[in-house]
C-alpha cells in the first residue's frame, strides 16, 4: 500500500532527515508504522502565507511493499539512421523534444539552427554584455536551447491539459538536471547548469542517428504546388544549400521575424495575437525576502524568495512576468539598433538582486494607428505588433549612447514623472543611466504601470519604493504573431506537412510547454507519416 500524507515543516527541520521521518512516523497508525518500508519526498514548496514560513510537502510511504525507482525513459530512442527524416527548424525546447519523441518513434530528425552551439554561443553573450554588439543569429534568444537556456530555466507551467509533465522532467534529469526539480513547486534549473543538459540532450540525438546543423538559418521554404493541396518539400538555408524531409516541424522560437516575413512572402496565413510590454523592475533580494518571509535577514534554508503580482488598470491586466529572484538582468535584443532588457538566474539564485519583467498586456485594438507604418516594406496589419514591438526596442535604443546600456528610473520617481537623480546599484553589466522612462515607453503602457506600481505596494509592503528601479524595455514576453495550425492534424491549414510548433508558433510560453509541444507535433507528424504507407 501506498499512503500519501501532508507534512507542514520548519525552514530548518525540512532539510533534517531525522526530523522528516519522525514527522512521517507521526502521522501514522500504529500498525501502518510497523509496516512501513520506506518514503518518497513527491512535492516541496514554501508557504510564507504565515507569520513564520514553512515548507509543504506532500510525502508516499510504502507500507508492506518496496519502493521501486522509475526506470530510465531514453531506452524507447531507436537508431535510426537510415530511417524517413524530418526537418526541425530551431533547437529550442520544442525542437529538442520533438527530436527526441521523434527517436522514440524511429523517425530521423534533421535540426537546423540559425545559432551556435551552447558553448560557442557564450562568446556572442560576452560580446553583448561587455561591448555592446549584437549578433542577429548568435544572442540570448537565438542558439542552441533557445531562449529558455540563459533564461533562469524555470520549469513551472501551467499547461497541463498539453500532457504530463513529469516525463519532460525526467528527461532532463536524466540528461544532467538535478533530481531536486521532480518535487520542487516551481522547479528551475539555472543559467549555468542548463548548458550542459542541451549539450547532453544534443548528443542523444546524435548518438541515435539524428543530425543537428548549427549556423543554418532558414531563409526559404521549398514547396510543391503542383497539386490542389500544396505541401512543404524541404528549406533553403543561408540563401544556398537545400535540405529535404518527409515533413518539417517549424519551432523558431518567439524572436524569429524572418520567418513570419517567409510566411508572408509565400501567402501562408500568420494571425496577430495580444501579447505584453513594459519593463525589468529590480529590488535588493534582501527587501523582497523580507517582503515575503517576515524576516530581516533570510534563513539559510529558505531559497530567495519570490513574488507574482497582478492587478487590473483601466480594464487591462498589468502583471509580473518571468520573475527571476537572486538574478540578473540581461540584454536580450536580436538586432543592432535596438535594446531589449531579459532575466536570468543561476542554479543557487544567489545575486544581491532580485528581478522581473512588470508588463501591460497589449491588445491587437490597441495598434490601429500603425496600420499605415511599414514592418520590412509591408503595411500589412497583421504585422502591427511587430512594428509596435520594433518601435519601442529602437526608441530605447537611440535614447541612449549607441551601446546595450539601458535607460532607468526609480518607481516612485516613475510614478510621479520625475527623472532620478541618481541610481541604485545594477545587475546589468552593460549598465544603466537615468532617463524619463514615461516619455519613452508608450503612453498606455507608462500610466497603467505607474497606476499599478503603488497598488503592488499596498499588497506587498515595502515593495513600492525608490530603493528598487525600472529598467526598459520587457518586450519580448511572446510573439505578437500566431503561425496557425489545425487542431486535430497539427499541421498549417494551408500547407500539408507544415508543422507549427512552440512559443514562435505561439502555442507555448515556457521551456516545459515548448517541450510538450514538441512532443505533441512530433506524434502528429509520425501519424502524416504512417497514413501515407
Known amino acids: 500500500m501506498i499512503k500519501r500524507i501532508n507534512l507542514s515543516l520548519s525552514p530548518e527541520d525540512s532539510h533534517d532527515e531525522t526530523k522528516i521521518r519522525a514527522a512521517v512516523i507521526e502521522h501514522l497508525q500504529a500498525s501502518e508504522r510497523i509496516n512501513m518500508t520506506s518514503y518518497r519526498l513527491v512535492r516541496k514548496s514554501v508557504d510564507a ?156 540525438i546524435i548518438d541515435h542517428g539524428g543530425l543537428i546543423h548549427f549556423e543554418h538559418k532558414v531563409t526559404d521554404f521549398i514547396l510543391d504546388r503542383t497539386s490542389s493541396s500544396p505541401s512543404i518539400r524541404g528549406v533553403v538555408v543561408n540563401d544556398t544549400k537545400e535540405f529535404f524531409g518527409a515533413a518539417t516541424i517549424l519551432a523558431t522560437g518567439h524572436s524569429a521575424r524572418d520567418i513570419y516575413l517567409l510566411l508572408y512572402k509565400h501567402q501562408l496565413r500568420i494571425e496577430s495575437k495580444d501579447f505584453a510590454l513594459g519593463v525589468r523592475i529590480e529590488h535588493p533580494q534582501s527587501l523582497i525576502d523580507q517582503i515575503q518571509y517576515r524576516q530581516k535577514k533570510r534563513a539559510l534554508q529558505l531559497p530567495a524568495a519570490s513574488y507574482a503580482l497582478v492587478c487590473q488598470v483601466e480594464k487591462r491586466g498589468v502583471f509580473s512576468f518571468c520573475m527571476c529572484p537572486g538574478g540578473l538582468i540581461v540584454p536580450a535584443a536580436t538586432a543592432p539598433g535596438e535594446l ?113 506600481l503603488p497598488e503592488f505596494g499596498k499588497k506587498k509592503k515595502g515593495y513600492y519604493t525608490n530603493e528598487a528601479q525600472i529598467v526598459g524595455t520587457e518586450s519580448r514576453t511572446s510573439s505578437p504573431l500566431r503561425i496557425p495550425r489545425d487542431a486535430e492534424s497539427l499541421m498549417h491549414p494551408q500547407l500539408k506537412g507544415l508543422f507549427p510548433c512552440g512559443e514562435g508558433a505561439g502555442f507555448a510560453g515556457g521551456i516545459v510547454s515548448a517541450a510538450m509541444d514538441g512532443e505533441n507535433v512530433a506524434k502528429a507528424v509520425a501519424e502524416l507519416l504512417n497514413a501515407k504507407k
Open 49 to 204: 502565507r504565515s507569520r513564520q514560513p514553512v515548507f509543504r510537502m506532500q510525502v508516499d510511504v510504502y507500507i508492506t511493499e518496496q519502493y521501486t525507482p522509475p526506470q530510465p525513459i531514453s531506452i524507447n530512442y531507436q537508431q535510426v539512421q537510415h530511417k524517413k527524416s524530418v526537418l526541425i527548424v530551431g533547437a529550442g525546447p520544442a525542437g529538442y523534444f520533438a527530436a527526441l519523441q521523434l527517436l522514440a518513434l524511429g523517425i530521423q530528425p534533421i535540426i537546423l539552427d540559425r545559432g551556435k552551439d551552447v558553448r560557442a554561443r557564450r562568446r556572442d553573450l560576452k560580446a553583448i554584455q561587455q561591448d555592446g554588439v549584437v549578433d542577429p543569429n548568435s544572442n540570448y534568444c537565438f542558439g542552441e536551447g533557445g531562449a529558455g537556456t540563459y533564461s533562469d530555466g524555470k520549469l513551472y507551467t501551467r499547461s497541463k491539459k498539453r500532457g504530463k509533465i513529469e516525463p519532460i522532467l525526467r528527461t532532463l534529469v536524466e540528461h544532467g538536471a538535478t533530481s531536486e526539480i521532480l518535487i520542487d513547486a516551481h522547479p528551475h534549473i539555472g543559467s549555468n547548469k542548463l548548458p550542459k543538459v542541451v549539450a547532453n540532450i544534443r548528443q542523444t
Open 340 to 452: 531589449v532588457v531579459n532575466g536570468m538566474s543561476l542554479s543557487r539564485r544567489d545575486s544581491p538582486y532580485s528581478n522581473s519583467g512588470m508588463v501591460v498586456a497589449v491588445e491587437t485594438k490597441d495598434l490601429a494607428a500603425y496600420n499605415n507604418k511599414s514592418y520590412e516594406g509591408i503595411y500589412d496589419p497583421v504585422f502591427n505588433g511587430l512594428k509596435f514591438q520594433q518601435e519601442v526596442e529602437q526608441k530605447m535604443f537611440a535614447a541612449g549612447d549607441g551601446s546595450q546600456q539601458a535607460p532607468a528610473q526609480r518607481i516612485v520617481d516613475f510614478c510621479q514623472n520625475k527623472t532620478s537623480k541618481n541610481l541604485g546599484n545594477t545587475s546589468y553589466i552593460p549598465g544603466i543611466y537615468s532617463a524619463p522612462m514615461q516619455n519613452l515607453l508608450p503612453a498606455f503602457v507608462a500610466n497603467r504601470l505607474q497606476k499599478a
